[in-house]
């Protein structure tokens, strides 16, 4: 309103209050330990190495060179599991290295393979889903996500998504939703757990509802 007089009313504004993920646990390893209850993981297989020169986020990450080092977070079993991690690679592996792993118990459902390209391949269990990503660069920064949701038949859902630096995830590179597995989640692996991997992780995001947002 000014002294010529008053205006109209505008269009109805309305907000939608965004999801906020329900976090299961974020592993960052800033309590300057691999292996923690709250900062690092439940295990560590092989020598992964605490990272404090060139860290990813933060005072430190975990740096993985060579074959079976990985980590290994719990938790209870879950329908609807989603993941993040940052990755840097310090070299590209020479065959197809498995990266991140979602199971229940010993049995894996979904899972991301690093191939000798640099791409990133989804899998359910040692089946390809949809096309591989584009290639990941050595040095370079990304978010890399899994989002695995059992079925109660043909309806179970598998999807992988792949960010460069701190930039949101848009549309999953690979997805499926006729899976037909029925298992819940119940722990998730980081690392070289077939061939080999050299790379550094960090801020490793587990959420049940959405896909966790990039790190502060």
Do not use: C
């Not at 205006?7 to 646990?25: E, F, N, Q, R």
């Not at 010993?106 to 191939?115: F, I, K, M, P, Q």
């Not at 269990?125 to 920064?141: C, E, H, R, W, Y």
Request: net charge positive.
């Amino acid at each position: 309103s000014n002294a010529v007089g008053v205006s109209p009313y505008s269009a109805v504004v309305t907000v939608t209050t965004p999801t906020l993920p329900l976090l299961l646990k974020t592993m960052t390893f800033e309590g300057g330990s691999l292996k923690d209850l709250t900062t690092g993981a439940d295990a560590v297989s092989g020598s992964v190495a605490l990272e404090g020169v060139t860290p990813l986020k933060g005072r430190y990450s975990a740096k993985m060179i060579g074959t079976s080092k990985y980590l290994e977070e719990r938790f209870t079993a879950t329908v609807d599991l989603y993941v993040s991690v940052y990755v840097r690679l310090t070299a590209l592996p020479t065959s197809d290295v498995r990266l991140l792993q979602v199971m229940n118990s010993s049995t894996t459902v979904g899972n991301l393979v690093l191939r000798a390209g640099g791409q990133l391949r989804l899998r359910n269990s040692s089946t390809t889903i949809g096309a591989d990503s584009a290639p990941l660069v050595v040095g370079q920064l990304y978010r890399i996500g899994l989002h695995q949701r059992a079925g109660t038949g043909a309806n179970a859902m598998l999807e992988a998504f792949a960010a460069v630096g701190d930039g949101e995830f848009g549309s999953p590179f690979a997805t499926t939703a006729a899976g037909i597995w029925k298992t819940l989640a119940t722990k998730v692996r980081i690392g070289a757990t077939t061939g080999s991997l050299s790379a550094i992780v960090d801020d490793a995001m587990f959420t049940t509802n959405v896909m966790p947002w990039p790190s502060n």
